[in-house]
């Protein structure tokens, strides 16, 4: 994609954050594109949905599987705001998506490089490349905004 798909999606996914910021989630927004067309998004549920497997990922991942009436989204990128765990890029692999393009690192939990990097383990059956660094500042202080808060109320709540 052009820089300036990759800026338009990342916002797009963006928004998707928001919400799950709006809601109390931790602010994490995805969208799934083919053909230049969102056919997929999802932000950060698990709070929500009582899911641990509720990530925006996955919601992507399953509204962009139930648009095309299909799990296998080949030719398909996935945009979002903060590089993909071990969890969400299983599903990516099996989901087959050709490309992941996200925002923010992750140096806790991230396995697209910070943490290691499943994108490159070529013992994997499928293989999608992944890209970070789009919108990464925008990205990365949505989440510390959000973390301060949590922090900040954590410490004026009575124990």
């Given amino acids: ?11 797009l996914a963006l928004e998707q954050a928001r919400l799950a910021d709006a809601a109390g989630e931790v ?14 998004s999802g932000f950060n549920q698990p709070i929500r949905l009582n899911d641990p497997s509720a ?7 399953r509204a962009a599987a139930q648009h095309l009436g299909n799990y296998r ?13 071990v969890m969400c890029s299983g599903a990516i692999f099996h989901s087959r998506i050709s490309e992941v393009v996200y925002g923010a690192a992750d140096p806790k939990t991230g396995v697209a490089q910070s943490v290691m ?6 013992r994997l059956n499928h293989h999608a490349s992944a890209r970070g660094g789009v919108m990464a500042d925008a990205c990365g202080s949505l989440l ?16």
């Fill in 117 to 122: 990097n499943l994108f490159d383990e070529h």
């Fill in 1 to 11: 994609m052009t820089d300036n798909a990759d800026q338009r999606f990342m916002g």
């Fill in 27 to 40: 602010p994490v927004g995805a969208v799934v594109v083919k053909n230049g067309v969102v056919i997929g």
């Fill in 55 to 61: 990530h925006a990922e996955m919601m992507a991942l």
């Fill in 144 to 159: 510390q905004a959000f973390f301060a808060r949590r922090r900040a109320h954590s410490k004026s709540s009575p124990a």
């Fill in 73 to 85: 989204l080949t030719g398909c990128t996935l945009y979002v705001t903060l590089e993909p765990c």
